[in-house]
């Protein structure tokens, strides 16, 4: 353990903030109300080094229950809670509710710290003691150590810091990998400086000059300057009090509640999954009920949606939706507190499932099951659910995100899975992305009997246009993870892919008997035609066809070179063409240059049919315009050098 966040707990008057002091030197109350108060009514911070070395935050919360919402705000990072009593009160009403916060976070290190011994004598302590044990039975913190210590004369402080250092080396270390979170519990501007938040840094790595987005606003920022400690750094890490100077924004847009984060990792959201835990202590909880939530720094009001019943029972847990009233963000496991509307009281609380929930139809046995694989599956049940719900292609860092799963969980449980023949993997651009096998199939299937359909309505076309594929079957999906996914179904030898166009392996264009008789009639008429075809509409009339036939075989001469388009409504058969085209170089070879009458008069033609074809020839690259004249490009004189 190398950074350790320390809070305080506990009933109002009892000491909390002294303790501080005694400990650290630091009066936590910074304002000028809580001097006069006496009692602490905002977050207080101060630093501490423990004797082994390490150093520690402290949070200093408020005890009283009209500033519980406060204590929430600083309770949610922190790794390790001090539970003050006071020896002459012993447990109080904001104890048990501190006690009952700690358990809903299932902060699960602590030392107990009996407080004002000075003012008891050892029989009134014993009883204390007692009382305290009895408490605490059942809890996170049954087996924790307890000091008696005097702020005052100082008695038992050694004992204090010795007691937290033996604790602190059981702490898990909050993960220094993946993404920055830091839920911004103070924010104020500094003069010079601009906007300043504080909080804990619940994962990543910061660095000072790092991009952050501080959501729900998605507001685009960067780390100008660190402090940690009071001191400036470079970087901070997960585990530590940090302060960011935040660049380019006003301190009003960062509100408390507000979380500082990697760019992209978190989605605002009005609907969270989560398994609701209901205190003993509390009342029934009805569906649909008002309640106050708190999320790492945050409280935000919403409304209790019970997917399995109409009404919990104290004690009880169950499956919930919550419909906020205003967007927030989270990641799968985070934990949170429910308050009761009015009056206000710790009621409950639990973890996030599903930090970004689509709503769900309440008493229906799938939607459970399924929030019961994403809240205890294992990672392939948790990413194969994910994968199908979402009916899309994903990357690892999109499943991690979506899951809540580590992304180097997700890459190794995708191998697994890709090996089980469970998966499809798709690459591209470097990128790997992931499908359900069986989603593949099914899309296969579904591209297929579409094409099939298709080469039935249109035989003379190559296939069914991607675009169209795209946007009418697979419109949430981006066109580049389209293309891709086409591209493997090519490789299993499921469709042929044309420029444009998507076929089946086995089609290839052609007419029916009858239009076939048809269409070498059409042909002929062109080659006989020669140098002087007829229009489009004139030709397909002699061969006795209507207008959209008409079009769909000239699509299809076009495409198979069977005729060449020259100008808008002119069209020579190729072989013609190809005819004219020697013929011309022939006379350029010789003659070196042409005019429009002369290239009539060797196409034995008309100036209408002449001019057209020039043009064309022009923009072949076999000849250029020069004045009225054309002559033979240069490449056209390599290739008759060559």
Excluded at 136 to 144: F, H, N, R, S
Aim: charged fraction near 30%; glycine fraction near 6%.
């Amino acid at each position: 353990m190398t950074h350790l966040i320390i809070g305080t707990a506990g009933h109002v008057d009892h000491g909390k903030t002294m303790l501080v002091k005694a400990l650290t030197g630091v009066d936590t109350d910074r304002l000028k109300e809580e001097k006069e108060r006496g009692i602490s009514i905002e977050l207080g911070f101060a630093s501490l080094t423990l004797p082994s070395g390490l150093q520690a935050g402290i949070v200093d919360v408020p005890g009283h229950e009209r500033f519980i919402k406060n204590m929430l705000a600083g309770v949610g990072g922190i790794d390790l809670v001090l539970l003050v009593i006071a020896a002459d009160e012993g447990v109080m009403p904001q104890t048990k509710e501190h006690m009952d916060i700690i358990q809903l976070l299932q902060i699960p290190r602590g030392v107990v710290v009996i407080t004002k011994v000075d003012l008891v004598d050892r029989e009134w302590l014993d009883l204390v003691r007692e009382e305290i044990r009895d408490f605490l039975k059942g809890t996170t913190l049954e087996d924790a150590p307890m000091v008696e210590v005097s702020s005052i004369t100082g008695r038992g402080l050694d004992e204090l810091l010795r007691a937290i250092d033996l604790v602190a080396q059981k702490v898990k270390e909050k993960p220094a990998t993946g993404h920055v979170r830091l839920p911004v519990d103070r924010v104020f501007s500094v003069t010079g400086f601009g906007t300043v938040v504080t909080g804990t840094l619940w994962s990543g790595v910061l660095h000072t000059g790092d991009a952050l987005e501080i959501m729900p606003r998605r507001i685009a920022s960067r780390a100008r300057m660190l402090q940690v400690h009071g001191q400036k750094v470079e970087k901070a890490r997960a585990g530590q009090r940090v302060a960011i100077n935040l660049t380019g924004v006003e301190v009003e847009a960062v509100p408390r509640g507000s979380v500082v984060a990697t760019p992209g990792i978190l989605t605002p959201s009005y609907r969270m999954d989560v398994r609701l835990i209901l205190l003993e202590s509390a009342r029934p909880l009805k569906n649909r009920a008002r309640v106050r939530m708190h999320l790492g720094t945050a409280e935000i009001m919403c409304r209790v949606i019970l997917l399995d019943r109409e009404e919990l029972v104290p004690g009880d847990t169950a499956p919930a939706q919550l419909e906020l009233e205003e967007p927030a963000v989270a990641l799968q496991g985070d934990r949170f507190v429910i308050r009761s509307y009015s009056p206000v009281r710790t009621i409950g609380g639990g973890k996030i499932i599903d930090p970004v929930a689509p709503k769900h139809r309440r008493m229906r046995t799938e939607v459970i099951e399924k929030l019961l694989t994403r809240e205890k599956g294992t990672p392939e049940e948790i990413l194969l659910q994910q994968l199908n719900s979402q009916q899309n292609i994903l990357t690892a860092e999109e499943l991690a995100r979506a899951s809540g799963l580590d992304e180097q969980v997700v890459i190794e449980t995708m191998q697994n899975l890709a090996k089980k023949n469970l998966i499809r993997t798709i690459f591209l651009e470097n990128q790997v992305s992931y499908l359900p096998e069986e989603v593949y199939q099914q899309w296969a299937e579904k591209i297929r009997s579409v094409v099939q359909e298709y080469h039935r309505e249109f035989p003379l076309r190559e296939g069914f246009p991607r675009e169209e594929m795209r946007s009418r079957f697979f419109a949430r999906m981006n066109n580049k993870h389209f293309q891709a996914l086409l591209q493997v179904m090519e490789e299993d030898n499921l469709v042929k892919l044309h420029a444009q166009e998507i076929a089946l392996p086995e089609f290839t264009p052609q007419p029916e008997r009858k239009l076939e008789q048809k269409i070498r009639y059409l042909l002929e008429i062109y080659k006989e035609a020669n140098y002087q075809p007829p229009a489009w509409i004139e030709a397909t009339r002699q061969a006795g066809l209507d207008g959209p036939m008409a079009q769909e075989i000239l699509q299809y001469l076009l495409k198979k070179g069977l005729l060449v388009r020259v100008a808008d409504d002119l069209y020579f058969h190729a072989e013609c063409l190809d005819k004219a085209r020697q013929e011309l170089i022939n006379y350029l070879r010789e003659k070196e240059e042409i005019t429009v009458g002369e290239t009539r008069d060797l196409l034995q033609t008309s100036r209408k049919y002449a001019l057209p074809l020039l043009e064309y020839f022009d923009r072949e690259k076999t000849t250029k315009r020069v004045g009225d004249k054309r002559v033979l490009t240069k490449m056209e004189k390599q290739k008759i050098r060559l």
